[in-house]
């Protein structure tokens, strides 16, 4: 990780003062003063800042059931940001994997660690995402062939990944996505005449909601490790 990242993480220093602290050269790496802020440190590097050696937090892991109302941003906005629900110490470390609408409720997973985030919201991984989807009116029979197939969605170049969708009742429905574009899954109701009237994250890769609205806890060694680096 960058330089001022890893004195960030391992003191209680904002980035401008560990900027500050790397530019006056305060901070040696294996017992060389580095002044770039820039340079990349890895874990197993001797960090010291006057002298004194430095060790990183460890990244931490996270799921909460997001309500409706609160957007996937670190400060408030035209809605509040759902961090005002989690009350942890360097809460502006931590980032989203993979966002949701200010009214969509639900799986969000949060984390300080880039590297494993990645593996969520990078297509390639194709990551599956399961939601209960509630309709304005009652599904197409052929609604779940047409997913299965992919959807044109307007001003993209490909079809979407195939879809899994299930009926619960007419109205209500779960789908499965192993992509994460933009309104998704509002689009791709909306491209066969029908609407989303309440969505809900379920479910991400391995890992299922199971706290109530507006709580959160820490993900378990289990669920972290299913994001590793392997097929998801
Ligand atoms: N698809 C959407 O349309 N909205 C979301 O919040 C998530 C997926």
């Not at 619960?168 to 066969?192: C, N, W, Y």
Request: charge should be neutral; charged fraction near 25%; glycine fraction near 6%.
């Amino acid at each position: 990780m960058r330089l001022d990242r890893f004195v960030c993480k391992s003191t209680m220093l904002t980035r401008v003062q560990a900027s500050s602290a790397i530019e006056r050269g305060e901070v040696c790496v294996n017992g060389q003063t580095m002044t770039s802020e820039r340079a990349q440190v890895h874990e197993n590097n001797l960090v010291t800042l006057n002298g004194v050696a430095l060790s990183c937090r460890p990244f931490r892991y996270l799921l909460l059931n997001k309500t409706a109302g609160t957007i996937c941003s670190n400060i408030d906005e035209v809605y509040p940001s759902l961090f005002n629900n989690i009350d942890i110490e360097h809460r502006d470390e931590l980032h989203i994997a993979g966002r949701l609408d200010a009214d969509t409720t639900g799986l969000v997973l949060i984390t300080d660690d880039g590297r494993w985030s990645f593996n969520i919201i990078t297509p390639s991984k194709q990551c599956r995402k399961v939601y209960r989807v509630g309709l304005s009116k009652a599904i197409d029979l052929d609604a779940a062939d047409k997913f299965k197939q992919g959807i044109q969605l307007q001003g993209e170049e490909k079809l979407t990944k195939p879809a899994l969708l299930e009926m619960i009742t007419p109205k209500d429905v779960r789908l499965t996505i192993t992509e994460g574009k933009f309104h998704q899954v509002k689009r791709m109701f909306a491209s066969i005449g029908n609407k989303v009237v309440t969505l809900h994250r379920e479910r991400i890769g391995d890992i299922q909601l199971d706290v109530m609205p507006g709580e959160w806890r820490y993900l378990t060694q289990l669920e972290i490790e299913s994001f590793s680096d392997k097929d998801l």
